[in-house]
């Protein structure tokens, strides 16, 4: 029967009323949320966060020396419970089980089969109790040897000596009547106090976290929770706007009557969904030339990931959450946007988000194009995602018996089938057996015609390159201007303030001092790869040609101030990553009036540039392939006579408007943060164009762009100032 509330849930679950389907928290399965994955870590009717519990723990969480010893101590949490999790498909990565494995042991309950954890926690004393140590190392070679973890039995078993208690425990009924809520223990407090309550809380390692009975239901709000790590849990978006409870582990409980991953979705006064965000602004006109994109229900299992690009990935997802084009009625939605951190070395969790969302939405086989978007924000995006391991001998498999319990196993298993070997064989054939594996043209990732778009830092389309991880008119490029507060490690890693400072379109920018003496013809700093990669023939050929500065930055003393370098040069030289991976030193030429000169790939198959489906990026940089730099001296001097190299300049002033993310990252320029003419915007734009059909980017990069006031021409609106294409004072000869 299709639900009609949380009861029908077990009151666990959230209701979508727009198809009748229970989503479900981690932890639980089933049409009604009925079936608990995770048995032996209940609590009553509450299951201990263990994921995050356990991860904040042993990875640096706060108040982890809480309880003194070697093993560690994490509180009274069943060893068949550490079971279930290391044993549970994805809900640990394995990757994250071997970076346990230097300090994998702590100690747990090790309680009777038929004691449960809320009966132990209401009478502690009993003789049969022992306390045991649990090994997450061997649970990782149980897993790598393809055999189910067990605690006493098989080449690996997890469970070892017995051990003094972790801490006194005493009967809860000695904490009040209230026993602790019924999410924690009770054990005693220093100095004679009144006994006190530890609550199985993310971040219950620290006294006093969960208030006197753990039941401060501010604590239980997402911005209560740590800061957020995606290798912990997911956050719960939006703080569930306040219309139900967070678990913890990513999922909000919403209240009857609103669903949606966020509770923004409910019923208008016609019956028909709705998203309401009561503080977000709905702006009819803008959401009018947006394409309708709906936030898929991504369970939380599936929604962790790499830490990479943590933070961007959030706030995008946000964006997409509280922006004007979201649907809330998939059946009516042009795109999907299916939520979740980047994945790496993680290529099981990948093709699972994809199978639930072919298995259980109808936008899927609605239409043959691609229209599920997915974060793929590491520097080589497929590929990167769709390993199983950085080491051919340490895949992240499952053994069958394990895959069978696993929510989404018919897809996995379907997906790759024996007709592989394993994931790897497709996007790591220097590594595995060669075998091909198909996984079918809406799966696979050189498909032209898969239902899924990567959105992405790479453009990489080369076929003959091994880290190929982009399809034309399927995935899209964003750029990746991503301010750090305080900056990074790298140039192209700078904060606002420091942006503020140093780029022309910047208010606070001293455009008498900088900008306008751009001696240097070409500039480039940087490790030069490998050998033979375009970045160590171009210094190798050019590195003593005069008006080219390129230093290679391995030697500390060869080394020049980058900033310093983009303001005084007319064009700056943009390779992929030394690793082959993603470009990222145009945004910094371009936000300090650089024009970016790109040697990305070969001229028959050259990389896609961000969002290049809109933006007419001839206008504002050069290409010279990377088989083509014989070709190069000449381009400049073309490239470098007064009238078109003023124009390049004149357009990087506008151009930037739709490649910073104002609307999420804020203004740092002094333009509107959400007058949609950002790089969200842009995003948008781009998926709109392709419903209607291919088009050419405009000619001018100033066409209908808003630039802020103190970079337009004086009583000349929307046409940048003279003093932002100074042109160049090298003089050329030869």
Same mark, same amino acid.
């Given at each position: ?10 009151g ?16 639980f399965?089933?049409?009604?949320c ?17 994921r995050?519990w ?5 990875e ?5 020396t ?5 093993p560690r101590?994490?509180g009274?949490v ?24 230097d300090?994998?042991l ?13 009966r ?6 009993r ?20 055999a189910?973890p ?8 997890t469970l070892? =000596? $017995? ?8 009967p809860l +009924?000695?904490?009040? !009547? &209230? /026993?602790? #809520? %019924?999410?924690?223990?009770?054990e005693?407090? =220093? $100095?004679?106090a ?7 809380? +993310?971040?219950?390692? !620290? &006294? /006093?976290? #969960? %208030?006197?009975s753990?039941?401060?239901p ?5 911005h209560?929770q ?17 219309r ?5 582990q990513?999922?909000c409980?919403?209240?009857?009557g ?5 509770c ?26 947006a394409p ?16 990479f ?18 649907a ?10 299916l ?6 070395v993680?290529?099981?969790?990948l ?6 969302a ?15 978007a ?12 769709l ?8 895949r ?9 319990r ?5 897809g996995?298993?379907?997906?790759s ?5 394993s994931?790897d ?14 996984l ?13 778009l ?33 900056g990074?490690?790298?140039a ?11 780029s ?21 700093g ?8 375009a970045?160590?023939?171009l ?16 030697d ?21 990553g ?5 470009p ?13 000169v ?23 940089s050069?290409r ?11 381009a ?8 078109r190299?003023?124009?390049r ?10 490649l ?14 959400d007058d ?8 948008l ?15 001018n990069a ?29 003089t050329?000869?030869?």
């Amino acid at each position: 029967m299709p639900c009609d509330g949380p009861a029908s849930c077990s009151g666990r679950g959230t209701c979508d009323l727009t198809r009748g389907v229970c989503e479900c928290p981690l932890g639980f399965t089933g049409a009604h949320c009925e079936e608990a994955t995770l048995s032996a870590c209940m609590l009553g009717d509450h299951l201990i966060p263990v994921r995050a519990w356990v991860l904040h723990a042993l990875e640096g969480g706060a108040g982890r020396t809480r309880w003194s010893g070697t093993p560690r101590a994490i509180g009274p949490v069943p060893c068949r419970c550490l079971l279930q999790l290391v044993s549970e498909p994805f809900v640990l990565r394995r990757s994250e089980l071997a970076n346990l494995r230097d300090d994998p042991l702590v100690r747990c309950v090790h309680l009777p089969p038929r004691l449960t954890l809320a009966r132990y926690l209401a009478a502690p004393d009993r003789a049969q109790i022992v306390w045991r140590t649990f090994s997450f190392a061997a649970a990782h070679a149980a897993l790598k040897s393809g055999a189910v973890p067990a605690l006493k039995s098989g080449d690996h078993p997890t469970l070892g =000596a $017995g051990e003094p208690p972790a801490l006194a425990l005493l009967p809860l +009924a000695r904490c009040g !009547a &209230a /026993g602790c #809520g %019924g999410r924690g223990w009770c054990e005693p407090a =220093a $100095g004679g106090a009144a006994p006190r309550c530890g609550c199985f809380v +993310a971040g219950g390692l !620290a &006294a /006093g976290v #969960g %208030g006197a009975s753990c039941d401060d239901p501010k604590v239980w709000r997402a911005h209560r929770q740590p800061a957020p790590h995606a290798d912990f849990q997911p956050r719960c978006p939006q703080d569930c706007l306040r219309r139900g409870d967070c678990d913890w582990q990513g999922f909000c409980r919403c209240r009857r009557g609103f669903w949606g991953l966020d509770c923004a979705l409910t019923r208008g006064a016609d019956g028909a969904p709705v998203v309401d965000l009561p503080d977000a602004p709905r702006r009819p006109e803008a959401a009018a030339a947006a394409p309708r994109v709906y936030v898929l229900d991504m369970p939380p299992l599936l929604r962790f990931g790499n830490p990479f690009a943590p933070h961007f990935g959030a706030k995008l997802e946000l964006r997409f959450l509280r922006g004007a084009q979201r649907a809330a009625d998939p059946r009516t939605a042009e795109y999907v946007f299916l939520p979740g951190v980047p994945l790496v070395v993680d290529g099981h969790r990948l093709l699972a988000r994809l199978w639930h969302a072919r298995q259980h939405w109808p936008m899927w086989n609605a239409s043959r194009a691609a229209r599920h978007a997915l974060l793929l924000l590491t520097e080589r995006a497929q590929y990167d995602a769709l390993q199983l391991s950085s080491n051919a001998d340490d895949r992240e498999t499952w053994p069958p018996a394990l895959m069978a319990r696993a929510p989404h196993a018919a897809g996995i298993l379907a997906l790759s089938s024996s007709r592989c070997a394993s994931l790897d064989d497709r996007m790591m054939p220097w590594k595995a057996s060669r075998r091909r594996c198909e996984l079918g043209a809406e799966f696979e990732p050189a498909s032209p015609t898969r239902r899924w778009l990567g959105l992405q830092f790479t453009g990489n389309r080369d076929p003959a390159s091994k880290f190929t991880a982009f399809v034309r008119g399927v995935d899209i490029v964003l750029p990746q201007l991503l301010l750090i507060r305080r900056g990074g490690s790298h140039a192209d890693q700078p904060s606002c303030d420091q942006m503020a400072r140093t780029s022309p379109f910047s208010p606070a920018f001293d455009r008498h001092a900088r900008h306008r003496n751009r001696s240097t013809l070409l500039w480039f700093g940087g490790h030069p790869g490998i050998a033979s990669t375009a970045r160590s023939r171009l210094i190798a050929a050019y590195a003593s040609r005069p008006g080219y500065v390129l230093r290679d930055t391995r030697d500390p003393s060869r080394r020049i101030d980058a900033t310093k370098m983009s303001l005084s040069s007319a064009f700056c030289w943009v390779p992929r990553g030394q690793g082959e991976g993603d470009p990222t030193r145009h945004m910094i030429a371009i936000f300090h009036g650089c024009v970016p000169v790109f040697s990305l790939g070969v001229a028959s198959a050259d990389d896609a540039l961000p969002f290049d489906e809109v933006l007419p990026w001839d206008a504002f940089s050069l290409r010279v392939p990377t088989d083509r730099l014989g070709r190069l001296p000449a381009a400049l001097r073309a490239a470098a006579a007064p009238a078109r190299l003023a124009q390049r300049q004149a357009a990087l002033a506008c151009a930037w408007r739709a490649l910073y993310w104002s609307s999420i990252e804020g203004s740092c320029f002094g333009e509107a943060g959400d007058d949609g003419g950002d790089a969200f915007g842009t995003l948008l734009a781009v998926l709109a164009s392709r419903l209607r059909g291919a088009a050419q980017p405009p000619s001018n990069a100033c066409d209908g762009v808003d630039l802020p006031e103190h970079l337009e021409a004086q009583g000349h609106p929307g046409r940048p100032a003279r003093w932002l294409a100074p042109g160049s004072t090298f003089t050329q000869s030869g």
